[in-house]
Structures are given as structure tokens and as C-alpha cells.
């Protein structure tokens, strides 16, 4: 829940709900195959289109959306804090999170943080250095955090070896780029 997917905030149900864009359709497919039993149906496929939100008009690319079934042992977890959930994140979380959130350029890996409070980035890179021995920076503009070029290596081959490496994200922003 810290990448792409969140647990719905109806009081009585606790859905789990990821989207990713058609481009990522293997890695959603991916995702539903660990989480199948959990669901009702596979990933469902939305058109592109336009949406109102807040009062502003939002350009929505297609794609794919992951729903489970409403599961109320989530709403334990939709009630954890963003601090709570880096504490229990794993090397399978650090993958999904930056393969969710983050940017690959040629040298380095930047994440996006997003609303995260400044608590919880200076958590985040905590976290990245006690559990991971990464030492990312936060950038200038506060929502970012940006990871060396030797850290970024490292990040590579913790996804190529815990993310299967013929998933359309793994060739997009790790073997495939530029």
C-alpha cells in the first residue's frame, strides 16, 4: 500500500484497489496472480477518459484495475499509519514501491513520495538506510527523493531478482532503457 494501491476508505468494507496503465498490464497481472485468491475476478480493463474530480477535469490514460473482495482483516491495515507500514516493509515492498513510484533516468532511481509528510520521508530514508543500506536525498522539491547511481544499481538487481525480469515494467524502466 505504500506504491499504487490503497484499501478503500468505506467504513463497512475494506477493498484493496491498484490500477495500472495499459502499458503495465503483465505487472498488474502479476500482482493479481499473487493475490487471486483474494479476488473476485482478474483485473478488469478501463478506457481512456476524461473525469471530474475535486471540481477539476483529469485526463485518465487506459488501463487495469485489481480489486480483492471487501476482506475486513484490511481494514487493520488500512488504519497503519504511512511510519507503521515502512516498518514492516521487506525487499518484495521496496521492488513494488519504487517500481510503483518510481522514475529510472540512466544513472539513477528518484521516488515520489507524493502528500507524505516530512515525518514520513525522513522515516522513508530511515528505513532505506537501516534495512537496505541505500542512502537516498531529498530533492528540492520535497515530494522526491532521489537515489545514487551505486544505489540505484543495487535497487536494479533487487528487482531483477525478486520481480520476474520479462514483466512490461521490469523492460521499461530497467532492461530497455535508455
Known amino acids: 500500500t505504500l506504491g499504487d494501491g490503497h484499501i478503500d476508505k468505506r467504513e463497512k468494507y475494506a477493498i484493496y484497489i491498484e490500477s495500472h496503465a495499459e502499458n503495465q498490464k503483465d505487472y498488474i497481472f502479476w500482482k493479481y496472480n499473487i493475490l487471486k485468491n483474494l479476488c473476485a475476478s482478474e483485473p478488469s480493463y478501463y478506457f481512456e477518459k476524461d473525469t471530474e474530480f475535486n471540481g477539476k477535469i483529469y485526463h485518465c490514460q487506459a488501463g487495469y484495475r485489481l480489486e480483492t473482495r471487501s476482506i475486513d482483516a484490511l481494514k487493520q491495515i488500512r488504519n497503519k499509519t504511512i511510519s507503521q507500514r515502512l516498518d514492516e516493509v521487506d525487499e518484495l515492498g521496496l521492488c513494488t514501491h519504487t517500481l ?67 514483466l512490461d515494467i521490469v523492460q521499461y524502466k530497467i532492461l530497455n532503457r535508455r
Open 100 to 166: 510503483d513510484d518510481g522514475y529510472r533516468d540512466r544513472h539513477n532511481w528518484e521516488v515520489c513520495l507524493g502528500d507524505w509528510t516530512q515525518e514520513e520521508i525522513d522515516k522513508y530514508i530511515l528505513i532505506m538506510n537501516q534495512k537496505f543500506f541505500l542512502y537516498p536525498h531529498q530533492e528540492k522539491d520535497k515530494r522526491y527523493v532521489l537515489f545514487n547511481s551505486n544505489d540505484s544499481k543495487i535497487i536494479d538487481q533487487k528487482i531483477l531478482k525478486n520481480i520476474p525480469n520479462e
